[in-house]
T-cell receptor
């Protein structure tokens, strides 16, 4: 079964600083990887995803992630944090399910705090 | 607007009662899912359905039931057999098929509290 590990349940950065949220995956097949963001009391919104092709994936709100097969990693970065980036971030890996289609297996999440 | 609508947003349940959470989507997606979210544990899959009149258990199906009578609707019933039902419940949907890179879209969630 596929799995993901997010290192650091809480990350704090200053406004304008680099954001780095870590995600490592375990997969027996080439993975499809996702990053989602969740604001308080809301659902999840897709930031970006990696399926095939270019290993550097650009997403919404200035975020990007790089797929590194040799390190089994898919870390999320943003060059300059903004107060509005404060939220919880989830890394997920896609897995096939019975009958076709896919499900997501999630990491435990990283809460990002942005300070003035 | 296209999207996934969950209702109610907040629900309180007495011990021993069954409650049903509604999920409707107008995205014309074949696949629908229910996830449970607990603090510090991420999201865990309860049930999923790839097509009308068919559904499969996820990782934590005990104490839950679902139906899929219409393509756009996938209600979740939390039964009295669920030992610890207080949680945030998220409904999701995606296009079906064999491609496992399909994006899964989420509703706004429903809070269930046992009182």
């Amino acid at each position: 079964a596929q799995s993901v590990t997010q290192l650091g349940s809480h990350v704090s950065v200053s406004e304008g600083a680099l954001v780095l949220l870590r995600c490592n995956y375990s997969s027996s097949v080439p993975p499809y990887l996702f990053w989602y963001v969740q604001y308080p009391n809301q659902g999840l919104q897709l930031l970006l995803k990696y399926t095939t092709g270019a290993t550097l994936v650009k997403g919404i709100n200035g975020f990007e992630a790089e797929f590194k097969k040799s390190e089994t990693s898919f870390h999320l970065t943003k060059p300059s944090a903004h107060m509005s980036d404060a939220a919880e971030y989830f890394c997920a890996v896609s897995d096939m399910v019975t009958g076709g289609g896919n499900k997501l297996t999630f990491g435990t999440g990283t809460q990002l705090k942005v300070e003035l | 607007d296209g999207g996934i609508t969950q209702s109610p947003k907040y629900l309180f349940r007495k011990e021993g009662q069954n409650v049903t959470l509604s999920c409707e989507q107008n995205l014309n997606h074949d696949a629908m899912y229910w996830y449970r979210q607990d603090p510090g544990q991420g999201l865990r899959l309860i049930y999923y359905s790839q097509i009308v009149n068919d559904f499969q258990k996820g990782d934590i199906a005990e104490g839950y039931s679902v139906s899929r009578e219409k393509k756009e609707s996938f209600p979740l019933t939390v039964t009295s057999a669920q030992k610890n039902p207080t949680a945030f419940y998220l409904c999701a949907s995606s296009t079906g098929g064999q491609v496992s890179g399909n994006t899964i879209y989420f509703g706004e969630g429903s809070w269930l509290t046992v009182v």
